[in-house]
C-alpha cells in the first residue's frame, strides 16, 4: 500500500530554455540553447520527487492513449512511481506542456487533454483507505469535473487517518475559487501555495493577511518564495526559511519538489522546523537541472543541502 497517495495532473512538460531571447512572431526563426522532453505536470512531478525521498507513492491521473502517455508511464515508474491508478483516456490526448523558461522565470503554455476529465470516481476508496497522506496538485486545471466530489473524498481519506494536503497551482481562469473551494479548503489539514497564489485565494493585499486568513480555519499553510526562502505556519507557530544562495539553472517544478519535501518529512515524524528545512532544501536542489525532476535530490542529499537552510520559528500568530 501506498504511503502517499497523489491525485492531479500528469504530462510531459517540453523545455525550452530562451536565455535572453523572447519568441517573436512573423515565421522568424530563433535558436535557443536547449530544448527537452521530461516529465510534467505538478502531481507527477511531486510523486517523482517524494518517490525519490523514499516515500512509497501512488498517482491517480488521467493521461490519453498516445505516445506523450506512454512516455510518461515509462517515467514514472522508472522513478518508481505506481501507477495502476492513472487511467487511460483512448479518446483524449494526454496533456502537454511547452515552458519557456529563462532560469529565474518562465512562461507555460498547456493543452490540459485529458488532464481535466478526472473525477472523484476515478479516485479508489480503497487505495485512500490505506494512506497516510493525500495529497492533489493543480486543483484549478480539474475543477469542474473533480471539484463537487472533493470534500466528500477528502473528508472520508481524514477519517481513515489519512492527512490531506492541497496545492491548488495557478488558476488561468482568473477565478480563484469560489464556494467550491472553500469546500475543498474546510477539509484541507495542508495548503501549499506559492506567494501570488496565496495573496490571491486569500483575496488579501498582504503575505500576512493572506496567512491569516488561510489558517483561520484551523489548516497548516506553507507559502513558498522561491529564493526568499518559505513560511510555515502549523499548530499556530509561524517558522520562516531562508535559503543559502544557488545557481539557478531552471525552476521548473521547485514548488512540487518543496510539496514532496515537506510531505515526506511529515510522513517521517519530523517536526515543522526540520520539515520546512527538508522542503526547502527539496526545492532548491530541483533547481540545479532542467525541468521538475532532473535535480530533485535523494535523501540523503537533501537531508545534507537542508544543513544551510536556516529555520526561525515566529511568535504564535493567533489564539
Not at 42 to 58: F, N, P, Q
Not at 195 to 206: F, H, K
Not at 306 to 315: H, I, L, N, Q, S
Request: proline share 5%.
Amino acid at each position: 500500500m501506498a504511503d502517499l497517495v497523489i491525485v492531479g495532473d500528469c504530462n510531459p512538460d517540453v523545455m525550452v530554455l530562451t536565455g535572453d531571447i523572447t519568441p517573436a512572431f512573423g515565421q522568424q526563426e530563433q535558436l535557443v540553447p536547449a530544448i527537452s522532453l521530461v516529465v510534467g505536470g505538478s502531481a507527477a512531478i511531486t510523486a517523482v520527487a517524494a518517490a525519490r525521498l523514499g516515500a512509497r507513492v501512488e498517482l491517480v491521473a488521467a493521461i490519453g492513449d498516445d505516445a506523450a502517455g506512454q512516455f510518461m508511464l515509462a517515467e514514472l515508474r522508472r522513478a518508481g512511481v505506481g501507477t495502476g491508478h492513472v487511467i487511460v483516456r483512448g479518446d483524449l490526448p494526454t496533456g502537454m506542456s511547452v515552458a519557456l523558461s529563462r532560469g529565474g522565470d518562465r512562461a507555460i503554455l498547456t493543452a490540459p487533454g485529458g488532464i481535466a476529465t478526472l473525477t472523484t470516481d476515478d479516485i479508489p476508496a480503497g487505495l485512500l483507505a490505506g494512506a497516510r497522506h493525500v495529497h492533489l496538485s493543480s486543483y484549478f486545471l480539474m475543477e469542474e469535473r473533480l471539484a463537487p466530489g472533493l470534500p466528500a473524498v477528502f473528508a472520508a481519506a481524514r477519517a481513515a487517518g489519512a492527512v490531506t494536503s492541497l496545492d491548488t497551482n495557478w488558476d488561468p481562469s482568473g477565478r480563484w475559487g469560489g464556494a467550491r473551494l472553500r469546500e475543498v479548503l474546510a477539509q484541507t489539514e495542508l495548503l501549499l501555495p506559492n506567494e501570488a497564489e496565496a495573496l490571491r485565494i486569500a483575496g488579501a493585499a498582504t503575505l500576512d493577511e493572506a496567512v491569516a486568513t488561510l489558517t483561520a480555519g484551523g489548516a497548516s499553510v506553507a507559502v513558498k518564495r522561491g529564493g526568499d526562502g518559505a513560511i510555515l505556519v502549523a499548530g499556530g507557530v509561524r517558522y520562516q526559511a531562508t535559503l543559502p544562495a544557488t545557481q539557478v539553472v531552471d525552476t521548473t517544478g521547485a514548488g512540487d519538489c518543496f510539496n514532496a519535501g515537506l510531505i515526506t518529512a511529515l510522513l517521517a515524524g519530523r517536526g515543522p522546523a526540520d520539515a520546512l528545512a527538508l522542503a526547502c532544501a527539496a526545492g532548491a536542489g530541483s533547481t540545479s537541472a532542467v525541468g521538475g525532476t532532473a535535480g530533485c535530490p535523494d535523501l540523503p542529499a537533501a537531508l545534507a543541502l537542508a544543513r544551510d537552510v536556516t529555520v526561525r520559528p515566529f511568535e504564535p500568530t493567533g489564539p
